[in-house]
């Protein structure tokens, strides 16, 4: 689908494998590696990911900062940590991660990248459900492109892991895009 000048995507595929300007980690606080899709690109990118992560003084909830790509074949990896899920403090929850995908869309444009590929953050191990993780997703896509109609960012895609996520990811841009054709 379209928003603006930019197209919203859904693949099931490896991040790592990315071929964009930038890609989103779903990183811990530290920013310094873990396990899921944080492990998965900090071993794909290689040690000097690790080193130059330890001098960015780790990352609050929400919040997003950028490191060259090394190894990868994007440029950029846009590091965010989500927000662990916690049915107690869901408005907060929900809030903390529009703030992790806004926050990286805002650094990408900063840093002219043209392309961005998302993995599904905070619904790993972090617990966030998946289907209320896309709805805020695709609400925060539609958010920021039609803030930004002249973004530079042409492709934003989710790159989902498993076929769960990638259909909680198509049900929520095709809702998403059902209301904005209304």
Request: with cysteine; aromatic share 10%.
């Amino acid at each position: 689908m379209q928003i603006g000048g930019t197209e919203l995507t859904v693949e099931r595929g490896d991040i790592t494998k990315s071929t964009t300007d930038a890609i989103v980690n779903a990183a811990n606080c530290t920013l310094l590696g873990g396990g899921g899709v944080d492990g998965a690109i900090h071993r794909a990118a290689g040690m000097k990911l690790y080193l130059y992560c330890a001098k960015l003084g780790g990352c609050k909830t929400g919040e997003a900062k950028i490191t060259p790509g090394f190894n990868l074949p994007a440029k950029y990896i846009i590091h965010t940590p989500g927000p662990v899920w916690n049915a107690k403090r869901e408005e907060e929850c929900d809030a903390l991660l529009h703030n992790s995908y806004f926050n990286s869309l805002r650094l990408a444009e900063e840093n002219d990248c043209q392309s961005i590929a998302f993995p599904s953050i905070s619904t790993g191990i972090y617990r966030f459900p998946l289907d209320r993780a896309a709805e805020i997703v695709a609400k925060t896509f539609a958010e920021y492109f039609q803030a930004n109609p002249g973004s530079v960012i042409k492709r934003a895609t989710m790159v989902c892991f498993d076929d769960k996520t990638y259909a909680a990811y198509e049900r929520a841009f095709a809702a998403l895009e059902a209301r904005e054709t209304e």
